[in-house]
C-alpha cells in the first residue's frame, strides 16, 4: 500500500539529505547552512520493498507568531497530521536539546505514528547522543547516516510493521499512481508522439522575480494555503512541484525561487535556489511568467521570458495583483503595446491578467495554459505546409545574390514541442536573416501558432548539375594534342 511519511526536526539536521537519499535524486537543496528548507516538497521514495511518499519539512523552532519561522513552523506542523507516519531526526552528535524534548511531546500529541532517528550516527562521536534520544520516550532511536546512507534497512524494518497495521485499517485504499517527468525523460524535443490523451500530467513552471506572488498564485489554484508566502521577497528557495486535477485538466504545477539579476545574486544558498528554478523551466512544458503589474516588463522579466523561449517552452504571462490596479483599462492597452515592442520572440502569446490573492482570472489563465500547450504540440501536414511555401515564396522571392536566385522547393514538420521545421534551400549561407524571420512570421500566422518558439531550420539543397565539385580529367584521346604522355606508353 501507499502511505506517507514525514521527516520532521530541527534545522540543519540532516531531513533534507535524508530526502534526497530516500528519492534517490538530489531533489532538496542542502547546504551548511541551517534554515534552507522553508516549503513542504514531496518526492516518490523507495526503501527495500517499500513504496511511499516522502515529505521533506522546514526545521521546527520554538516560535509561534506569524513571523516567517512561525509560518514555517505552522506549515511543518500540518504535515505532520497529513502524514502517516512521522520520522523525527535529531542530531546525534550535539546530543538530545530542550527543543528535542518539546518537539516530542507535540509529535505524540500530533501523530499516532512516530519514529525516532538519530542521524549523523557515524563514528564515536556519536555515541553518547545515541544513547540520550532514549529519553525523549519514542522507542527504540535508529542510527542512520543520510550523507553515507547507513540506517537504511533498520528504518525499512521499523516501518513494516507501521506498514502492515495502515494497510489493516484502509483495505480498499489502493496506490495512487502518479507520472513522473524523470530526468532521464527530460528531453521534450524528442517527445514527438505525445497526445493529450495520455495520462502525464501538463508540466507547468510558475517563474518571475521575487515578491511576484508566485506561491499565492499556487495556493490559489490549490484551493488551500500549501505554500509558504509572506511580504518577505524571496521565501521560496526549492522548486516545489505538486500534481492536482485543476478544471479537468491533470497538471503538476513548480513554484520556483523568484529570479534576480545576476550581479545581485551573491550567496551560494540564491544560487543554488535560482538554479533549481533554471532546472524546473527546462523539465516544464509550460511557462507562466508571472509579473508585477506595478512594475511589469522590468529587464528580469525580459530576461526570464527569453529564457523560456529559449529552451523551447510554451510561454503564458500573467501579470499579477490586478485587484489593486486603480486604472485597469489603460494599463492593460499598455502593457499590450509593451509586450509586442519588447517581446517580439513571443508574439501573439497570451497576456493574461489574474489576482492571486482573490482568485480572480484563473479560469482565464488554465483555459490560455492549455490551448498554448496544444499548439505547442500542433503537427502541420506536408502537403499543407508546401503548399504554403510555394505562396510563400510566390509572394516575395529570396533575393538573388551574384545574380543566381535561392530556390526553395520542399518543406517538412521535423517534430513538435515545440514546432521545428526543416526546408530544402540552395545557398543556404546567402539566404538573410531577415527570409528566416519572414518564413516564421508566416508560419505563425497562417497556421494559427500565437506564442509558441518556432524553430525552422534550413538544409542544403543538391545543386541540379550532378557532376559539380568532381575532379575534370582530360580524356586520352585529346592527350597526344597537349603533349602529355598516355598510361599505356
Known amino acids: 500500500m501507499s502511505f506517507t511519511l514525514a521527516i520532521v526536526g530541527r534545522p540543519n539536521v540532516g531531513k533534507s539529505t535524508l530526502f534526497n537519499r530516500l528519492v534517490g535524486k538530489r531533489l532538496a537543496l542542502v547546504d551548511d547552512q541551517p534554515g534552507v ?47 502517516d507516519v512521522c520520522l523525527f531526526l535529531i542530531d546525534a552528535r550535539t546530543g538530545v536539546t530542550p527543543t528535542d524534548e518539546l ?13 525516532l532517528g538519530a542521524n549523523k550516527s557515524e563514528g564515536r ?5 545515541l544513547l540520550e534520544a532514549y529519553s525523549l520516550g519514542l522507542g527504540d532511536p535508529l ?30 485504499d489502493g496506490p495512487e499512481t502518479e507520472v513522473m517527468l524523470d530526468e532521464d525523460d527530460g528531453d521534450m524535443e524528442a517527445a514527438e508522439d505525445w497526445a493529450p490523451s495520455t495520462k502525464k500530467p501538463l508540466q507547468i513552471a510558475v517563474v518571475g522575480r521575487p515578491n511576484a506572488g508566485k506561491s499565492t498564485l ?85 530576461r526570464i521570458a527569453d529564457l523560456a523561449e529559449r529552451e523551447g517552452r ?29 517581446l517580439p520572440q513571443l508574439r501573439g502569446a497570451p497576456l493574461i491578467t489574474v489576482s492571486a490573492k482573490t482568485g480572480r482570472g484563473l479560469e482565464r489563465l488554465r483555459e490560455a495554459i492549455v490551448r498554448t500547450h496544444e ?18 515564396v510566390e509572394a516575395h522571392p529570396p533575393p538573388a545574390p551574384g545574380g543566381r ?50 524553430r525552422l531550420h534550413m538544409r542544403s539543397q543538391a545543386e541540379d548539375n550532378p557532376y559539380k565539385n568532381k575532379k575534370k580529367s582530360t580524356p586520352s584521346r585529346l592527350r597526344k594534342h597537349t603533349g602529355k604522355p598516355s598510361h599505356n606508353g
Request: with cysteine; aromatic share 6%; net charge neutral.
Open 103 to 115: 518537539f516530542a511531546d507535540l509529535l505524540r500529541k500530533k501523530n499516532a505514528h512516530v519514529l
Open 405 to 454: 536566385r535561392i530556390k526553395l522547393r520542399y518543406m517538412t514538420q521535423a517534430k513538435t514541442r515545440p514546432p521545428g521545421f526543416v526546408a530544402m534551400c540552395s545557398h543556404v549561407d546567402k539566404l538573410p536573416t531577415a527570409y528566416k524571420r519572414y518564413l516564421v512570421n508566416g508560419l505563425r500566422e497562417d497556421f494559427d501558432m500565437p506564442g509558441v518558439p518556432i
Open 218 to 302: 499556487i495556493n490559489q489554484i490549490l484551493g488551500e494555503d500549501r505554500l509558504l508566502t509572506g511580504p518577505e521577497a524571496g521565501i521560496t528557495r526549492d522548486s516545489i512541484s505538486l500534481a492536482l486535477n485543476w478544471g479537468g485538466t491533470p497538471v503538476k504545477l513548480f513554484d520556483t525561487a523568484g529570479m534576480r539579476k545576476r550581479a545581485k545574486v551573491q550567496e551560494k544558498l540564491e544560487k543554488l535556489s535560482v538554479s533549481d528554478g533554471l532546472r524546473a523551466v527546462k523539465f516544464a512544458e509550460v511557462v507562466v511568467v508571472l509579473l508585477d503589474a506595478a512594475i511589469p516588463f522590468e529587464q528580469q522579466d525580459l
Open 314 to 342: 510554451a510561454v503564458v504571462v500573467a501579470v499579477n495583483k490586478w485587484d489593486i490596479e486603480p486604472e485597469k483599462q489603460a494599463k492593460l492597452m499598455g502593457l499590450k503595446e509593451a509586450f509586442d515592442r519588447l
Open 143 to 172: 542510527a542512520i547516516s543520510a550523507e553515507h546512507g547507513e540506517g537504511m534497512a533498520e528504518l525499512a524494518t521499523a516501518l513494516m510493521p507501521i506498514v502492515d497495521e495502515l494497510s489493516l485499517n484502509r483495505p480498499d
Open 37 to 83: 528548507t522553508r516549503d513542504l516538497r514531496e518526492g516518490e521514495a523507495r526503501l527495500g520493498d517499500l513504496r511511499f511518499t516522502v515529505i521533506d519539512t522546514a526545521g521546527l523552532e520554538e516560535v509561534t507568531d506569524d513571523s516567517l519561522q512561525g509560518r514555517m513552523r505552522r506549515l511543518t506542523e500540518r504535515a505532520v497530521e497529513m502524514a
Open 125 to 129: 562521536a556519536a555515541e553518547a547522543g
Open 375 to 392: 499548439v505547442w504540440n500542433r503537427r502541420i501536414t506536408t502537403a499543407k505546409l508546401n503548399q504554403w511555401l510555394a505562396g510563400m
